[in-house]
């Protein structure tokens, strides 16, 4: 049974950084492409980052461009979301997610199969 994994969330002042983790069983990554999602209250999902599957190359939403970086760990099997200068607002929800492609095909909210979220807060 395929499963994701989110952790790493918490509580982090505005500037600060995090590491997300979402570590995946039953597949292995160099097979398929995954994405990190992000969910703020009241709002939809928004498609964050992504890594392929084939050669690990990683993609991000202009928001989040040149401050987030999207890796991978194989001997792990774990897909890392290195956040730096985050910014003031209120609790968001991240997912990691896939739909079973190798490639991302650009930064997407849409996916068939997502871990349960790991929530990020930034305030003072």
């Known amino acids: 049974q395929v499963q994701l994994v989110e952790s790493g969330g918490g509580l982090v002042q505005p500037g600060g950084s995090l590491r997300l983790s979402c570590k995946i069983f039953?597949?292995?990554?160099?097979?398929?492409?995954i994405g990190w999602v992000r969910q703020a209250p009241g709002k939809e999902r928004e498609g964050v980052s992504c890594?392929?599957?084939?050669?690990?190359?990683?993609y991000y939403a202009d928001s989040v461009e040149a401050r987030f970086t999207i890796s991978r760990d194989n001997s792990k099997n774990t897909i890392y979301l290195q956040m730096n200068s985050l910014q003031l607002k209120a609790a968001d929800l991240y997912y990691c997610?896939?739909?079973?492609?190798?490639?991302?095909?650009?930064?997407?909210?849409?996916?068939?199969?997502w871990g349960q979220g790991t929530q990020l807060t930034v305030s003072s």
């Open positions: 997610a896939t739909d079973w492609r190798n490639h991302c095909e650009g930064v997407r909210a849409k996916y068939n199969t």
């Open positions: 039953g597949v292995t990554m160099d097979y398929v492409a």
């Open positions: 890594i392929s599957g084939s050669d690990a190359t990683g």
